[in-house]
């Protein structure tokens, strides 16, 4: 069965950096474009990154509200996707879920707050 | 950006009735390979989403034929030919053609 289970949430300060990650299995994962969606509290869903795969050479794509501070990346390998955040604002604090092909995780949460 | 708007945002029904869901797109979401990249999504209360359609009108796996999509250029629909219970909760609809990607607001499924 396919499964991708997000980790590495938590609660930061604003400015800081997180990084969180999403552990993906039951399918052929290097040959699957990745995804990150966030949803903040009693909002809607929020498209933020996707990552191709290797013959499209790992190309990315970013939200515009997060385009210069996150950063999306995988790891073949691992079966493993990231998600790297910088200079984190409130605005920022949501679940955040991976998704590919139709399925989704779990979610993970961030908070920035001071 | 592709903006989606969605009608109605919250819809009332009663079990075993039919209802549908519009999404209308700001542009056409035709892309230059042939596909259009729409999709809908339902979220339930407390979990996560769930893919229910994929380019415009191909069931997700595991989901019900009671669901189905429609649609081409900048306007879409989804119907519930016979609401069950456990078709409450929020609908998005989104697009995959133009980066950056966008979802609609969502539309409330609530019972009457």
């Known amino acids: 069965a396919v499964q991708l289970v997000e980790s590495g949430g938590g609660l930061v300060q604003p400015k800081e950096s997180l990084k969180i990650s999403c552990a993906a299995s039951g399918f052929t994962f290097s040959n699957a474009a990745m995804y990150w969606v966030r949803q903040a509290p009693g909002k809607g869903l929020e498209w933020v990154a996707r990552i191709r795969t290797k013959p499209n050479n790992y190309a990315t794509y970013y939200a515009d509200s997060v385009k210069g501070r996150f950063t999306i990346s995988r790891d073949d390998s691992k079966s493993m996707v990231y998600l790297q955040m910088d200079n984190l604002k409130t605005e920022d604090t949501a679940m955040y879920y991976c998704?590919?092909?139709?399925?989704w995780g779990q979610g993970v949460m961030v908070t920035v707050s001071s | 950006d592709v903006v989606l708007t969605q009608t109605p945002s919250i819809l009332s029904a009663t079990i075993g009735q039919s209802v549908s869901i519009s999404c209308r797109s700001s542009q056409s979401l035709l892309d230059s390979d042939g596909n259009t990249y729409l999709y809908w999504f339902l979220q339930r209360p407390g979990q996560s989403p769930q893919r229910l359609i994929y380019l415009v009108s191909n069931l997700g796996s595991g989901v019900p034929n009671r669901f189905s999509g429609s649609g081409s250029g900048t306007d879409f629909t989804l119907k519930i030919s016979g609401v069950e219970a456990e078709d409450l909760g929020v609908y998005y609809c989104m697009q995959a053609t133009h980066a950056p990607y966008t979802f609609g607001a969502g539309t409330k499924l609530e019972l009457k």
């Open positions: 998704t590919a092909g139709g399925y």
